[in-house]
């Protein structure tokens, strides 16, 4: 059987979608997706903290589900869904979650921002999911913020849930 | 970060060949582990073989009181499946105790 192995210095092609978009990649095969949102693609919401899958900064929702961007290669990407921060706001309407945080000032320098977002967002829609302050202060542990935002953080995940549940309790009476 | 090749594998045969042909080589599933220690230029793969599309998702309880976890099940899908929290609690929390969020979710070989 022929195998077609590339050789190291090749640039591969990845095909995904990004906020809804198709994007076509020419990356090299050790390119890094965060590496590749910011400096190729100039996403600069998605931020590098610590590159190690420690910080949560770097916090992106692949395929639905909420993933560190500098532990995951371009190329795994292949056909994937990616939304990043920039992509979660539509025709300019913020989500209940970017409206909650700013009621609540849930950031002072804003770096680990995104990243919070993105994974409350994906705590949010996610259905079998805990709702108590413990079990979200679980959730988002992957998410540190040195500014010490936490309280407020975990207050706008909370308002933006109450927002979301009577959003769908309306949809529910609308015939 | 060091270059290295990449390919994916579409099949368990072609997965073992690609290894087989280059002995360098690693599997990436999720890659936590993987790209973290590569960054750190501890580990330097001349190939990284995507393993993902396998089917390696199930999780299957054997008759005798055994349970077959595949490759690709993330740690955070193998904490809630009903047979975990019924029949290894311990695993479960064992499995919730550690990481984060975003890595348990994240595609991770279960040794």
Redesign the interface.
């Known amino acids: 059987m022929q195998m077609s192995l590339s050789p190291p210095d090749a640039t591969l092609t990845v095909r995904l979608i990004l906020n809804g978009e198709p994007v076509t990649l020419e990356v090299p095969p050790q390119a890094i997706l965060l590496d590749v949102l910011r400096d190729q693609l100039h996403l600069g919401g998605t931020k590098k903290g610590c590159d190690h899958g420690q910080c949560g900064a770097c916090t992106v929702h692949v395929d639905g589900r909420a993933v560190n961007a500098c532990l995951r290669l371009a190329a795994m990407c292949e056909g994937q869904a990616i939304t990043t921060i920039e992509g979660l706001a539509e025709k300019g309407q913020l989500h209940p979650i970017q409206e909650a945080f700013l009621v609540h000032d849930a950031y002072q320098c804003g770096y680990c921002s995104p990243g919070q977002i993105m994974s409350a967002v994906a705590l949010l829609e996610d259905p079998e999911a805990a709702t108590d302050d413990a079990a979200v202060r679980d959730a988002m542990s992957g998410n540190l913020c040195r500014c010490g935002a936490y309280r407020n953080i975990q207050a706008a995940i909370a308002d933006a849930r109450r927002h979301l549940e009577s959003n769908a309790q309306q949809q529910g009476r609308q015939p | 970060?060091?270059?290295?090749?990449?390919?994916?594998a579409d099949s368990l045969e072609?997965a073992v060949?690609?290894r087989q042909?280059?002995p360098n080589s690693a599997f990436?599933a999720?890659?936590?582990t993987l790209?973290?220690l590569?960054?750190?230029d501890v580990m330097r793969p001349?190939?990284?073989i995507?393993i993902?599309a396998l089917p390696l998702e199930g999780i299957e309880r054997l008759g005798d009181d055994r349970l077959r976890i595949g490759a690709l099940v993330t740690n955070a899908d193998l904490a809630?499946h009903p047979a975990v929290r019924e029949d290894y609690p311990l695993l479960a929390r064992a499995i919730?105790a550690g990481?984060?969020?975003?890595?348990r979710?994240?595609r991770k070989s279960v040794v």
Do not use: C, H, I
């Open positions: 970060m060091r270059p290295f090749a990449f390919s994916r072609t060949e690609y042909a280059e990436v999720g890659g936590t790209l973290d590569t960054k750190l001349s190939r990284v995507d993902n809630r919730l990481a984060s969020t975003q890595v979710k994240d």
